[in-house]
Antibody, heavy 119, light 106 residues
Framework: VQLVESGGGLVQPGGSLKLSCAASGFTFSGSAIHWVRQASGKGLEWVGRIVNKPNNYATIYGASVKGRFTISRDDSKSTAYLQMNSLKIEDTAVYYC???????????WGQGTLVTVSS | SYELTQPSSVSVFPGQTARITCSGDILARKYARWFQQKPGQAPVLIIFEDSERPSGIPERFSGSSSGTTVTLTIRGAQVDDEADYYCWSASDNNLMFGGGTKLTVL
């Protein structure tokens, strides 16, 4: 199982950024994908999740990003995305992609990508 | 809304037993998972369904549950176990991590 995040970088407050999570080594179409972030020196914060096609690709988001962030996926490319709009300084963090499945022990993470929101 | 509460820090000497708790109303009806995160690394699953251990995780790590509290126990803690530990639980509309516990093995 491998998850590789990309797309992080420096963006100004109010700007947008789109992160990607490229998956391999498992059946991507059957899994759920979460985005989790971690500000420097802080704990893990769950950002949101998208489930699989049989569950209508339903999404759910944490309160701090709801209405600004959107998660999507392209099963043909085994890739998930996190579109981040109206970025705030407090969105600065390492963003991790995480996959979970029906089995409780199926829970794997990428190495993360750093997003810095600053003027 | 639900939340999961963990102690901010726990300290033990090598060879001792470390216990880290996680409390929250959701735990009375949903399973918990535990993750270990070392500096500069991504979190790793060490316990799922309250007390099950994924393959490759040492037997000194165990989990238990009672009511609205789950506990991660590390028997014979080693210096290499020094890390941040996070609990996680999820229902249909509530998905969350605990605040994390820094384990120091002195």
């Amino acid at each position: 199982v491998q998850l590789v995040e990309s797309g992080g970088g420096l963006v100004q407050p109010g700007g947008s950024l789109k992160l990607s999570c490229a998956a391999s080594g498992f059946t991507f179409s059957g899994s759920a994908i979460h985005w989790v972030r971690q500000a420097s020196g802080k704990g893990l914060e769950w950002v949101g999740r998208i489930v699989n096609k049989p569950n209508n690709y339903a999404t759910i988001y944490g309160a701090s990003v709801k209405g600004r962030f959107t998660i999507s996926r392209d099963d043909s490319k085994s890739t998930a995305y996190l579109q981040m709009n109206s970025l705030k300084i407090e969105d600065t963090a390492v963003y991790y992609c995480r996959t979970t499945g029906t089995r409780g022990d199926f829970d794997f993470w990428g190495q993360g990508t750093l997003v810095t929101v600053s003027s | 809304s639900y939340e999961l509460t963990q102690p901010s820090s726990v300290s033990v000497f090598p060879g001792q037993t470390a216990r880290i708790t996680c409390s929250g109303d959701i735990l009375a009806r949903k399973y918990a998972r535990w993750f270990q995160q070392k500096p500069g690394q991504a979190p790793v699953l060490i316990i799922f369904e309250d007390s099950e251990r994924p393959s490759g995780i040492p037997e000194r790590f165990s989990g238990s549950s009672s009511g609205t509290t789950v506990t991660l126990t590390i028997r014979g803690a080693q210096v290499d176990d020094e890390a941040d530990y996070y609990c996680w639980s999820a229902s249909d509309n509530n998905l969350m991590f605990g605040g994390g516990t820094k384990l120091t093995v002195l």
